[in-house]
């Protein structure tokens, strides 16, 4: 091959394919969304901790542009097991409340609400039983990957009671409180005083946080191959408990389950169980209703994929008729453990 | 299914019984010029216009009353061969048809119109490659499977790509056979071309319904192409040049009409041309660094068969092709210093290879025997293999030099998909008289599929134990037997029909599957130049392909029907009418509905890449499917100006309990209209046109046209301000709108030139010559302004391939 008409020539071929596979972007300034109404976005998350609120806002649709509206004089009535409740009070900010009443486990709740200029909406949701506090058996346990490499963790197998005839559903979540820690300290020549306190160090102290567990630090496990696991980011705070505790969860189902023990392992990295006080971690379970279930679900599903051009879209599920957005209902219950002698001799050993 | 199979037994002792004192013509008919087996060559007493046409082989059987026989065996485009002779016994006549083509014509089909309206046979198109090289290409790479994305029913999928998808079907339900072997990934350079080299390819056949019973094991096309066996009279060969790849064709004689041989290949040079540049760049800026990315494509068809008399042929033919992605990253630099007296001289070597390949091998060993003048045989072993890898592997190496010391450590990983066939068939064609065509016959394929593999390997000079590990799905066998019989029945010169039955079993982990499908078609001719067919065709297919919607990736996994996961099933049947005025035109209108069940689909949410990490069942959701449409089909086959119209009114819907809610949605590719009008131009003697112009409507997609506040992050605190809302983007189902229409204009010339000994052709063309932005992918865009604190939302489009020139050298010798 001749060089002087190689490399001019290879330039001009490789500059054609180039320009032939190269993408051109344009906008799209013509496009036409389907025409639709807004429509009402009801959302409430019932328990029987708290009392009723339920909030009313509208939906933003593209064509005719609209923006979000908080629905303030909207008529949201409440019904259990098909009695009327009542009237829910407006509070602002699209909120609604009934003072002093609290749902009760088992019992079915239907809101329906009419608002001017909207279609009328209404959803339904049954208070879940309480998850009962599982059989939890704790032990160090090794993994040794496929890769080859070997982790050490602690593993707290969780047994639950659940019944055979009906399907629970459950997010599981993690929590402990660290101990306040002072680190970077070293003794000052001159002592000073800073506005506040009198320094005699330059101590900086780590508070005493609360601790949540990353789901990518959490293994979970069963022998049956029927339950699903779905490990999400810490979006979903529908514990009832002071919100800090709410946590990553993971969430499965007993559906196509016939067994009326459930049992799933969790292993937790070390580093999350270090230092913690009082040397305990609280296992949370949130019991879901199949509706809220299912929008968790989803939404943790369209989460997942939603920057991935290689999966299809999640549509998130809804169960408001003729509406948008989640009436469901939660039931939670906490558990605390307190580490094991041989676990904390290993702790110490390894920290 | 007892009714269908009375009435087929009635139909054929029925028609059994008449024989009378008959002999029987057999033989072949091949091209004269390179010995090619004609297929669908008529061969017929020239009076009483009884006949047969050959088969693939060229191979044909035909039983006349003992007498004065005159007669005849024609072809399009060759001259026709007549003969009157006595018949008194059974006689074996090899027929070599000459080529006859006029210089100002041009011919796009051996199948002639009157042939094609007098068939059983509904929904099939074949094609010649010299159709292809005609109708310009994009970046010239002349495309067989892309010219099929031109005729009705068959839909392409996103610009520019060789995916088909047939009468709302999906790409895993074309059973795409090169010489007779399943081919499982038909696309290079990420489906922008098809790995079928037309150089290498004698003819080609798509059926998109009515299936004969000796097709199975797919649901939606069978597409058979058929290698070139070799010229066994002279040797010849072809070469060309073009943007993208070169390619060289040679075929001849070993033995004069003995034994042939064709071979071509094919190769892209991206890779090639851009080295020295990558390695000037390295010279300048590498510091130690040689970095070599590259791509290529390349294919290798070859083909050798013997004669060992008018009854014994033996054939091997072989296939095999890949495309390859790579990094090459070599890297070796050594670091000398000072230090407190102290002299130290480390020398830092490692090496990288990272690919992304994938590709077919495929191979046949065929033995033809003639057993009798009535009884053709076909003895097939076959292999198939296509596999998809991703792969890094390192190597570093650090050497003390003062202290005389090396540190090793490497690092390897890869993930594979694969599936693998191992066949054996016994196809045999039987015709006892010219009212009966019997075809029977047994397939047995060996399946062995892996469905993602990882692989693992480390090694660290430190002491600590190496990694050599291999996990995931591998190598899962599964059985496939099939066995059929089909008859073409001649009941009276007006009606004629294919009756057969096909019986298949697979057997996969335990599991045993069975299917027995009916398969029937009929043809009535209600004048000399018109009929009307109809079809129907139940169909099971043990594969499922799991496809990433967004676009037809080589990521795409074959994957075996299991005890959970069912064989896909569809049922479909076809109604038509075939007309023509005379040898050159062609009119044809078909109406079929077409029933699946069993399809599977990636969950909502799930994808490729969470495929390692456990089971791919549990990843996918298993629905239905419907499509129903018209097809027209106006083509002119022969002379100076030829080509067709193509128009398609369709349907495909879906419909999966898990995704959308369980609506009923539309088929990623359904498209409403589809218009195809092609041309072919024969300009002097030296040059001809090509034109083709497609439209369709645009392919739905997804997108959310609503949102909605979430429950979360504000609930808690009613009486805080509530501009941090969080909100969900919101659609109500998949695919619930649709891009722009699509349309574009091709235009090519070609101008030939006889040299001394070469005939030289250059092509030249352009690819969408209007430079329409056709959408390749619509996706929201969102900007945020820092200064106003506020994000826009932007719907934007990409287009490729907008008026794509292309060139090419061609000569053949």
Redesign the interface.
């Given at each position: 091959m001749n060089h002087k008409i190689y490399s001019p020539l290879s330039l001009a071929i490789a500059i054609l394919v180039l320009l032939g596979l190269s993408a051109c972007e344009t906008l799209i300034d013509d496009f036409e969304y389907e025409k639709k109404p807004s429509r009402l976005v009801v959302n409430a998350i019932l328990n029987p901790d708290s009392v009723i609120n339920i909030h009313v806002s509208s939906s933003r649709t593209y064509n005719p542009p609209g923006s979000f509206k908080l629905i303030e004089n909207a008529i949201v009535e409440l019904f259990e097991n098909n009695n009327p409740l009542g009237q829910l009070n407006s509070i602002g900010n699209g909120y609604y409340s009934l003072p002093n009443t609290y749902p009760q486990e088992n019992a079915t709740y239907k809101v329906v609400v009419v608002a001017d200029g909207y279609e009328s909406v209404w959803a339904e949701t049954t208070i879940p039983r309480k998850a009962e506090n599982p059989q939890v058996e704790q032990r160090m346990h090794t993994t040794t990957y496929e890769q080859g490499y070997t982790v050490t963790r602690m593993e707290y197998n969780l047994t639950y009671e659940v019944p055979i005839t009906q399907a629970v559903f459950y997010g599981t979540s993690i929590s402990s409180q660290k101990q306040e820690m002072a680190v970077f300290c070293e003794e000052l020549e001159t002592p000073y005083f800073d506005g506040y306190y009198y320094r005699t160090d330059t101590c900086y102290y780590v508070p005493a946080e609360p601790l949540i567990v990353l789901t990518q630090y959490i293994s979970t496990y069963s022998n049956s191959s029927l339950i699903k696991f779905l490990k999400s980011w810490g979006e979903y705070q529908t514990s009832s408990f002071d919100e800090n505790y709410s946590a990553e969860k993971v969430y499965f189902s007993s559906q196509n389950y016939s067994s009326n023990k459930l049992s799933l392992a969790l292993r937790i990295d070390y580093y999350y169980l270090f230092d913690n006080l009082n040397n305990e971690i609280t296992i949370w379970t949130d019991s879901f209703d199949e509706v809220l279930y299912k929008f968790m679900y989803s939404l943790a599903k369209k989460y997942e994929v939603d920057d991935s051009p290689f999966a299809e879209k999640v549509s998130v599920y809804s169960n408001v008729n003729g509406g948008l957005g989640i009436f469901g209902s939660s039931n939670s219950t906490g558990h605390v453990i307190q580490y094991d002698d041989e676990f904390l001799e290993s702790l110490k050993s390894n920290y | 299914m007892k009714l269908f199979l009375l009435c087929f037994a009635l139909l054929v002792t029925g028609t059994l019984v008449v024989r009378a004192q008959n002999a029987t013509i057999s033989g072949t008919i091949t091209d004269a010029r390179t010995g090619e087996p004609l297929l669908s060559a008529n061969i017929y007493h020239s009076e009483t216009l009884s006949g047969t046409a050959s088969n693939t082989y060229g191979f044909f059987s035909l039983r006349q009353p003992q007498g004065i026989i005159p007669l005849s065996a024609t072809f399009t485009g060759y001259q026709s061969f007549t003969a009157t002779f006595t018949l008194s016994r059974d006689t074996v006549i090899n027929i070599a048809l000459e080529p006859v083509i006029e210089l100002d014509e041009v011919v796009v089909s051996g199948q002639s119109p009157l042939q094609n309206i007098r068939s059983t046979q509904m929904g099939t198109i074949q094609l010649s490659p010299a159709k292809t090289e005609i109708i310009p290409a994009l970046?010239g790479e002349t495309d067989i499977v892309k010219t099929f994305q031109l005729m009705p029913g068959v839909q392409g999928g996103t610009e520019g790509t060789s995916g088909f998808y047939v009468r709302g079907g999906g790409p895993d339900q074309n059973l795409i056979l090169l010489d007779g072997v399943p081919v499982y990934n038909v696309s290079h350079l990420f489906g922008f071309m098809s790995v079928f080299n037309s150089d290498a390819i004698r003819n080609v056949t798509l059926i998109k319904g009515g299936f004969p019973a000796r097709y199975g094991g797919r649901l939606s096309s069978v597409l058979d192409i058929r290698m070139k066996e070799g010229n066994n009279q002279e040797f010849k060969g072809s070469a060309s040049i073009g943007?993208?790849s070169s390619k060289l064709t040679l075929e001849g004689p070993i033995k004069s009409d003995k034994t042939s041989f064709m071979f071509s290949g094919r190769r892209s040079y991206?890779d090639l041309?851009?080295y020295?540049?990558q390695m000037m760049a390295n010279k300048k800026y590498g510091e130690g660094e040689k970095l070599w990315v590259g791509y290529f494509l390349q294919d290798f068809n070859a083909k050798i068969n013997h004669t060992f008399n008018n009854q014994h042929r033996l054939y091997l033919s072989v296939y095999t092709g890949k495309d390859k992605f790579f990094l090459n990253d070599k890297y070796d630099h050594t670091y000398s210093y000072a230090y407190e007296d102290q002299q130290s001289s480390i020398q830092y070597k490692s090496e990288n290879k990272i690919r992304l390949q994938w590709g077919n091998t495929t191979g046949a060993l065929r033995w033809n025997n003639i057993i009798n003048n009535q009884l053709f045989a076909n003895l097939t072993a076959t292999v198939s293999d296509y596999k998809f890898r991703i792969f890094e592997d390192y190597e570093h190496e650090q050497i003390d030099r003062i202290a005389n010391t090396t540190q090793k450590s490497s690092y390897y990983y890869e993930y594979y998909s694969q599936i693998r066939d191992y066949g054996l068939k016994a196809d045999f064609d039987f015709v006892p008289s010219p009212q009966h065509y019997f075809r029977f016959g047994m397939h047995n394929t060996l399946h062995y599929f892996s469905p993602g593999v990882?692989v693992?390997r480390?090694y660290y000079d430190s002491g600590s134990?190496?990694?050599?590990?291999i996990?995931g799905n591998k190598n899962i066998p599964a059985n496939e037997m099939m066995v059929y019989v089909e008859d073409d029945i001649t009941l009276s010169p007006a009606v004629r029909l294919n009756a057969g039955l096909h019986y298949s079993n697979f057997n996969v982990q335990g599991t045993t599957y069975h299917s027995l499908e009916p398969r029937f078609s009929a043809r009535f001719m209600l004048n000399k130049r018109l009929s009307a067919k109809v079809s129907y065709t139940n169909m099971q297919q043990y594969l499922h392909l799991l496809a990433?919607?967004?676009m037809g990736?080589p990521?795409d996994l074959w994957v075996p029907a299991t005890k959970k996961i069912k064989p896909q099933k569809s049922q479909q049947s076809a109604l038509g009418l075939a007309y023509a005025p005379n040898t050159i035109y062609e009119f044809s209108v078909e109406g079929y509905y077409k029933y699946m069940k069993n399809l599977i689909?990636?969950a909502?949410?799930?994808?490729?890449?969470e495929l390692n990490q456990g089971?791919w069942e549990?990843l996918v959701t298993v629905g239905t499917g419907e499509s129903y449409g018209v097809e027209l089909l106006a083509q002119k086959h022969l002379g100076r100006v030829s080509g067709w119209v193509g128009y398609t009114l369709s349907w495909a819907n879906r419909q999966f309990d898990e995704?959308?809610?369980g609506q009923k949605y539309p088929y990623r590719y359904d498209s409403r209209h589809d218009i195809s009008i092609v041309t072919t131009i024969k300009l002097t003697e030296k040059s001809d046109f090509g034109a083709a112009w497609v439209f369709r409507t645009g392919y739905p997609f997804?997108?959310?046209?609503?949102?909605?506040?979430?429950?979360?992050?504000?609930?808690?605190e009613?009486?805080?301000?509530?501009n941090d809302?969080?909100?969900?983007e919101?659609?109500?189902?998949?695919n619930?709108?649709r891009m722009p229409d699509y349309h574009r204009l091709d235009l090519g010339f070609n101008f030939h030139k006889q040299k001394k000994r070469v005939y030289r052709t250059w092509s030249v063309g352009v690819y969408n010559a209007y430079a329409r932005?056709n959408p390749?992918m619509?996706f929201k865009d969102h900007e945020w302004d820092e200064q106003n604190n506020t994000s826009t939302t932007?719907?934007?489009?990409?287009?490729?391939?907008?008026m794509?020139?292309y060139v090419r050298w061609g000569i053949k010798f």
């Open positions: - | 970046l943007i993208i991206i041309l851009s020295p540049f990882t693992n480390d134990t190496p990694i050599d590990t996990y990433n919607s967004s990736l990521t689909d990636y909502e949410g799930a994808s490729f890449f089971d549990d995704i959308g809610s997804t997108m959310e046209d609503e949102e909605f506040h979430s429950p979360f992050n504000f609930f808690k009613p009486n805080s301000p509530s809302l969080r909100t969900i919101h659609f109500e189902k998949r619930n709108y932005n390749f619509i932007q719907l934007k489009q990409l287009s490729v391939f907008n794509i020139p």
